[in-house]
């Protein structure tokens, strides 16, 4: 596309401010993570080691991250099922209702946290379920399979018909027809939105501070609790760094599994 | 020759099932997740709504399950329940357009303008900054405008300091990456053509900008707005710590949750209707594709 080199240079250096915008209070964590001083202030101290090898020993934080683990995996698998068979009815079947359930299926994530929070809380108090492990789980499945559907649909939209009715003329029936023409081509979607679902519920705090119940503790509670308590706070720092550098590795693998799309999809694009 | 019937595996005999019988094929698929959502979903909602319609026991004991619309005549009575709500959609307001105006220019950047391998660099970079936490992301804007002694302050010298101004910022900067993702996927789907076709035609970029891409992105840059519009509104956590005496919705809701239940589920009520509105307003441009 013909621009000028004004132009490009222009937007080239918007974009480093944005990017600056957005990796300067990061930036200031990890620099704080390093301070010698407990406390979040500016500019930083001195250097140390000190509160990573807290944290790295710290019991409450290592339990909260497992926590954080357990429930995000549930949610993303159930959301990944629920999340491919609505995906699957909707694009293949015009039925009376799809309109509302498309709605109901965004509705979660359109919805501020705070409502989905009361509401399941609420809901879940009527039904007399006791709050736990379970319970997050169900909440945190149910924000996440709009995630899943949508990349899946997408998906959908760009494959060509005629790859599942060439696989069912040579006589494979609808099982293995999903099996090994419709699975393999939904994978990196699939890993893509359901990476996109672990990072959402794993950060997620609203809807968890209404549906963990007293006990449970996942990382973002956690840190919401001891960012209040000033000695604590480096070491709220380093674990806050420690998941940045940890997601640098799943993210790059989402870029790479949906942006390799190449003629195998067998659309027109 | 006389016909002979190989035997059917179950799959092909479940698979000829279902094709004779289209209607189960489409219950089978959409039953469980039609279900959870309903269920769990808009069950819960419907609670939320008819919980709004309860009130306190006089005796301060408890719930009186009694149906009746003093929550909502409170709220449309006292004026500083209706400020607050006002306010708040003020600043989701404030907040999206700020957000549109920031991503625009670096999502055409890495999508119309960089090469494939900076391309995927710079996505990756924008979507990183998701991963890190909500919170410590609050707090270290905490840090930075706070005055004094914050970084703004102490490089600076200046500083909004804790406000709505702040709380504006802040918010902004939580949501960017969430606007940034849709309108990048249609600028992905654009096609180069039609911006060489413009240009052949004699269009400067200005013109070609405002044009042809901004129509065409309408969708997505709707799409993006949902998130930005809907995170703002419910906000509660980056308001307590950087939005200093501000009181939004959210506030309320978080202060009554637990003494007066009925009347923070009505206040909850308020921006579910917003965004319920504002969705079904967007269905026609095509936005609900895009999130």
Redesign the interface.
């Known amino acids: 596309?013909?621009?000028?080199r004004r132009?490009?240079m222009l937007?080239?250096g918007?974009?480093g401010l944005?990017?600056a915008?957005?990796?300067?209070?990061?930036a200031?964590?990890v620099v704080?993570s390093f301070n010698t001083v407990s406390s979040?202030?500016?500019?930083p101290k001195g250097f140390t080691f000190r509160w990573w090898r807290a944290a790295f020993h710290s019991a409450g934080a290592r339990d909260a991250l497992i926590v954080s683990l357990k429930t995000a995996t549930g949610a993303t698998l159930v959301a990944i099922?629920?999340?491919l068979?609505?995906a699957?009815?909707?694009h293949?079947?015009a039925?009376f209702g799809r309109?509302s359930?498309?709605?109901?299926?965004?509705?979660?994530?359109?919805?501020?946290?705070?409502?989905?929070g009361?509401?399941?809380n609420?809901?879940f108090r009527?039904a007399g379920v006791e709050f736990g492990l379970l319970t997050l789980i169900?909440a945190h499945a149910?924000f996440c399979?709009?995630v899943l559907y949508?990349n899946l649909?997408?998906r959908f939209r760009r494959l060509s018909p005629n790859l599942e009715e060439a696989s069912a003329d040579l006589g494979a029936?609808?099982?293995?027809t999903f099996r090994y023409v419709t699975f393999p081509l939904l994978r990196t979607a699939l890993l893509a939105g359901g990476l996109l679902a672990f990072?959402l519920s794993?950060?997620e705090?609203?809807v968890t501070t209404f549906t963990a119940g007293a006990g449970l503790e996942t990382?973002?509670i956690w840190?919401?609790r001891n960012?209040s308590r000033g000695e604590q706070q480096p070491i709220?720092?380093v674990?806050?760094t420690a998941?940045?550098l940890m997601?640098?590795i799943p993210?790059?693998v989402?870029?790479?599994l949906t942006?390799d799309d190449g003629p195998l999809t067998g659309g027109t694009r | 020759m006389t016909a002979t019937t190989l035997p059917s595996?179950p799959?092909?005999s479940?698979?000829?099932w279902?094709?004779r019988h289209?209607r189960a094929?489409?219950i089978s698929?959409?039953?469980?997740?039609?279900a959870?959502?309903?269920v769990?979903?808009?069950?819960?909602?419907a609670?939320?709504f008819l919980?709004s319609l309860y009130r306190l026991n006089d005796a301060g004991s408890g719930i009186d399950k009694v149906i009746g619309a003093q929550n909502y005549r409170t709220l449309i009575d006292k004026s500083v329940y209706l400020d607050i709500a006002a306010r708040t959609i003020k600043i989701a307001v404030l907040v999206t357009l700020l957000d549109i105006v920031?991503?625009l220019?670096?999502a055409?950047?890495?999508a119309?303008?960089v090469g494939?391998r900076w391309?995927?660099l710079?996505?990756?970079?924008?979507?990183?900054?998701?991963?890190?936490?909500?919170?410590?992301?609050a707090?270290?804007?905490?840090?930075?405008i706070g005055s004094p002694?914050?970084?703004l302050d102490?490089t600076f010298g200046a500083s909004p300091n804790y406000g709505e101004a702040g709380l504006i910022i802040v918010l902004a900067?939580l949501w960017?990456?969430y606007m940034i993702v849709p309108i990048y996927s249609g600028l992905e789907r654009l096609p180069?053509s039609l911006?060489?076709a413009s240009?052949d035609l004699g269009a400067h970029?200005g013109f070609t900008f405002r044009k042809v891409v901004l129509p065409l992105l309408f969708p997505s840059i709707v799409a993006g707005s949902?998130?930005t519009f809907?995170?703002s509104?419910?906000?509660?956590?980056a308001v307590d710590l950087v939005g200093g005496k501000t009181q939004v919705i959210?506030s309320v809701?978080?202060d009554n949750?637990s003494a007066d239940?009925p009347f923070?589920?009505a206040f909850?009520v308020v921006?579910?209707i917003v965004?319920?509105a504002y969705?079904?307003g967007i269905?026609r441009t095509g936005a609900?594709?895009n999130?």
């Open positions: 596309m013909q621009l000028t132009v490009r937007f080239g918007m974009t944005v990017l915008f957005l990796y300067l209070p990061l200031i964590i704080l979040l202030s500016w500019p099922v629920l999340g068979l609505a699957l009815a909707v293949r079947f039925f309109e359930l498309n709605l109901m299926i965004v509705l979660p994530i359109a919805l501020p946290g705070i409502v989905t009361i509401a399941l609420a809901a009527q169900v149910t399979i709009v949508n649909l997408a029936h609808t099982f293995q990072g794993f950060d705090i609203v990382l973002p840190i919401f960012l709220v720092t674990v806050a998941v940045m997601s640098v993210v790059w989402a870029q790479r942006s | 595996s799959g092909q479940a698979s000829r279902l094709h289209p094929r489409l698929l959409i039953g469980a997740p039609a959870w959502m309903l769990l979903y808009v069950g819960s909602l609670s939320l919980t920031l991503a220019p670096i055409f950047f890495i119309k303008i494939a391309r995927r710079l996505v990756a970079a924008v979507l990183v900054p998701l991963w890190a936490s909500y919170l410590v992301k707090f270290s804007w905490r840090a930075i002694g914050g970084v102490k900067y960017l990456p180069d911006l060489d240009s970029f949902v998130f809907s995170l509104l419910g906000d509660y956590i959210g809701v978080y949750f239940l923070a589920a909850a921006p579910v965004m319920v969705i079904l269905r609900l594709e999130l």
